[in-house]
Antibody, heavy 118, light 107 residues
Framework: QVQLVESGGGVVQPGQSLRLSCAAS????????LHWVRQAPGKGLEWVAV????????YYADSVKGRFTISRDNSRSTLFLQMNSLRPEDTAVYYC????????????WGQGTRVTVS | DIQMTQSPSSLSASVGDRVTITCRAS??????LNWYQQKPGKAPKLLIY???TLQSGVTLRFSGSGSWTDFTLTISSLQPEDFATYYC?????????FGQGTKLEIK
């Protein structure tokens, strides 16, 4: 079925790195831009980054710019988020989400993966 | 960055009530406004995009309106499954900011 499945979360110490993955199935992965969105415990949603359908364009929230890198492998239908120099304030559930294209709404979400920096 | 401000932050209502949540953008976003519903421990779900277009499969109890800077989400007759947190989001430009959320609770 059409779905996104995140993995790679865990507990790390400040300053360490982590790589999240988001595996897609059931749709033409290479046709869609994709986003990472995070949610700190008890808080609202925060957009993190977006990558275009072909990987050529990437944009980041100021809070992660220079530390996080979004990438994709269209041959494997997988989205990645490389997170370096992690801080306690990066603690959150990280969701990947598909960009609907025309209006850039997020029409498909994964179940989320939890990252704890402590 | 475009700031999104939702009101109220929380709301108590009863089954069958009609409720309205508002969202204001700090600058014009035309109709690049989306609404999401999130239940505890679950991923957000897209309800409405382009300010007023109902996402496929979403009940007609939900409707959206507005343009430029002011938007509303209306639930016509609350059902038990509607009690959740609702977020607006602008997709006009990056960063794609969300409102702070409106928690809808049972009275």
């Amino acid at each position: 079925q059409v779905q996104l499945v995140e993995s790679g979360g865990g507990v790390v110490q400040p300053g360490q790195s982590l790589r999240l993955s988001c595996a897609a199935s059931g749709f033409t992965f290479s046709s869609y831009a994709l986003h990472w969105v995070r949610q700190a415990p008890g808080k609202g949603l925060e957009w993190v980054a977006v990558i275009s359908y072909d990987g050529t364009n990437k944009y980041y929230a100021d809070s992660v710019k220079g530390r996080f890198t979004i990438s994709r492998d269209n041959s494997r239908s997988t989205l990645f988020l490389q997170m370096n120099s992690l801080r306690p304030e990066d603690t959150a559930v990280y969701y990947c989400a598909r960009d609907e294209v025309l209006w850039r709404s997020f029409d498909l979400w994964g179940q989320g993966t939890r990252v704890t920096v402590s | 960055d475009i700031q999104m401000t939702q009101s109220p932050s929380s709301l108590s209502a009863s089954v069958g009530d009609r409720v309205t949540i508002t969202c204001r953008a700090s600058q014009s976003i035309h109709t690049y406004l989306n609404w999401y519903q999130q239940k505890p421990g679950k991923a957000p779900k897209l309800l409405i995009y382009a300010a007023s277009t109902l996402q496929s499969g979403v009940t007609l109890r939900f409707s959206g309106s507005g343009s430029w800077t002011d938007f509303t989400l209306t639930i016509s007759s609350l059902q038990p499954e509607d009690f959740a947190t609702y977020y607006c989001q602008q997709s006009y430009n990056t960063p794609y900011t969300f409102g702070q959320g409106t928690k809808l609770e049972i009275k």
